[in-house]
């Protein structure tokens, strides 16, 4: 109950095009929804959050879709750029409210 | 300047022998984390200190061992190393348990 899978394990897309990743959860005492960004070399940083009350969430080119009732969320990235290459964790609070629970990664790589 | 420091960047060491990771912020945080990266990029939480208070304590060998001397500052002494501890080691802090989580670049320990 305390997982949150995440997919794909990769994902290659062309320059400009739209990346989605994927991640789905089981315990709905989660309230909480981040997707960190980890570039080569360097540790993850915040890149967009959501919380439950809110179905999507945009922040530039970057775009959180909440599906409460199906317990799933993704992280859409319109146009994407060279730049956006890193690996992408979604995460979720734990119902314990302290304890971040992490998606296993994706690697996003976009070719020129 | 930095939020977020760890030393050594990179650690090569023998099996056996027992080394030390040291982790400062200058964030004013309360909560502070100790992350294992292994080779495949997934994220396991092993410690947070909340106040100096230990709040996360994952099960990770007891030969890890962390100190929080203090709010700021928060180490991971590491007893017998042996060659599957060969990982990234991110620290990080939050304003507290559950906030935004704010990594280090990482100490990359290589165990030989």
């Known amino acids: 109950q305390q997982q949150v899978k995440q997919s794909p394990q990769s994902l290659i897309v062309q320059k400009g095009g739209i990346s989605i990743i994927n991640c789905a959860y089981e315990n709905t005492a989660f309230d909480y929804f981040p997707w960190y960004q980890q570039f080569p070399g360097k540790g993850p940083a915040l890149l967009i959050a959501i919380r439950p009350d809110v179905s999507e969430k945009k922040e530039g080119r970057f775009t959180i879709s909440f599906n409460k009732s199906a317990k799933q969320f993704s992280l859409h990235i319109m146009d994407s750029q060279p730049g956006d290459s890193a690996t992408y964790f979604c995460a979720a609070l734990g119902d314990s409210n302290y304890q971040l629970i992490w998606g296993a990664g994706t690697k996003l790589i976009i070719k020129p | ?112």
Request: a positive charge.
């Open chain 2, 1 to 112: 300047d930095t939020a977020v420091s760890q030393t050594p960047k990179y650690l090569v060491t023998q099996m056996g022998n027992d080394k030390s990771i040291k982790c400062e912020q200058n964030l004013g945080h309360d909560t502070m984390y100790w992350y294992k990266q292994d080779s495949k990029k997934f994220l396991k939480i092993m410690f947070s200190y909340n106040n100096k208070e230990l709040i996360i304590n994952e099960t990770v060998p007891n030969r890890f061992s962390p100190k929080s001397p203090d709010k700021a500052h928060l180490n991971l002494h590491i007893n017998s190393l042996e060659l599957g501890d060969s990982a990234v080691y991110f620290c990080a802090s939050s304003r507290g348990p559950g906030g935004t989580q704010y990594f280090g670049p990482g100490t990359r320990l290589l165990v030989l």
